[in-house]
């Protein structure tokens, strides 16, 4: 045996032609180098996550897509909104005069407050559908009725003008044809077109007097007031009621004397003049349409007994 220095290996060492150990995995890793199952739950959070947000986003596009179609059907609505009421309307007045003379003084108040909306359109402000109020007429509704007293009075005028003009085609229509019923649905589209000439706002007749003399609307307020006492009636007191509530804000805002008031008022007497004369012409040619259409509409009962 021969005699030589052994030596030993340290622990750790590799021996000669041996690999060295495969690294110690990090804590939570798999030493196989295979993702452990801990980590699952938080990409499945992140999937839920994010499919959460794409259906909220799907959502918020069909909801203003929804929104833009309801835009471009508001005129439709409005249509809709103004063709239900005018049933209504009809049916409500059939009750009393029969359908054919109510649906005929619903499109005379069609016409009246159309001449409202195209003199609000001509003034350059934006004017709702007309809308029917089953008893007490029509209405429209703007922002506003003009930049000042006489826009105020070009507006509440043009509704008469144009309701007398149909009142006068129907009056026509029925001395031609010799129709009772057309006369008495003359007689009254006159007669609503005249009283709408009360000057008391919140009436066309109040209307005018704004750019004539405001103050005139204390003595068609005890108009109003005279005609409630010597014949109630409830839709007559509830106009009483507007109007006295109308009358008394609007003075209200008058006594102030701001700049904004004295500019809103600031009719020139020619202006003036015109408003007056349109507004005398107009009662004068309605006395005459009624007195011209009158009739006993009915087998002989007195139609205008109801007014």
Request: hydrophobic share 55%.
């Amino acid at each position: 045996m021969d005699s030589g220095d052994v030596s030993l290996h340290p622990p750790g060492s590799s021996l000669p032609g041996a690999s060295l150990p495969a690294p110690a995995a990090p804590p939570g890793e798999n030493p196989f180098g295979e993702p452990t199952r801990r980590r699952a739950p938080a990409q499945n959070m992140r999937k839920r996550i994010g499919s959460a947000f794409a259906a909220i986003a799907a959502l918020g596009v069909k909801f203003f897509a929804a929104i833009k179609g309801g835009l471009l059907l508001l005129p439709k609505l409005k249509l809709l909104t103004t063709s239900a009421t005018a049933l209504v309307s009809v049916a409500a007045y059939s009750i009393f005069f029969g359908w054919p003379l109510a649906a005929g003084f619903v499109v005379l108040l069609f016409i009246h407050e159309m001449g409202h909306v195209i003199a609000l359109r001509r003034e350059g402000i934006k004017a709702s559908a007309p809308m029917f109020i089953p008893f007490l007429g029509a209405a429209i509704f703007s922002k506003s009725l003009g930049d000042n007293a006489l826009a105020e009075a070009r507006v509440g005028l043009a509704g008469p003008i144009l309701g007398s003009l149909g009142a006068a085609a129907v009056a026509v229509a029925g001395a031609i044809t010799g129709s009772s019923l057309l006369l008495a649905l003359a007689y009254i589209g006159f007669f609503i077109n005249l009283f709408n000439l009360l000057p008391v706002v919140p009436l066309d007749g109040g209307r005018a007097m704004a750019a004539m003399a405001p103050g005139l609307w204390f003595l068609g307020f005890g108009a109003l007031v005279a005609l409630e006492l010597w014949h109630p009636n409830p839709i007559l007191l509830i106009i009483v009621i507007f109007g006295g509530l109308e009358t008394w804000r609007r003075w209200q805002q008058r006594k102030t004397r701001t700049l904004e008031q004295a500019a809103y008022y600031r009719v020139s007497p020619r202006n003036r003049l015109i408003v007056g004369l349109v507004y005398i012409g107009l009662i004068i040619a309605l006395v005459a349409g009624m007195d011209a259409s009158y009739v006993h509409y009915a087998s002989g009962h007195d139609f205008a007994h109801y007014f």
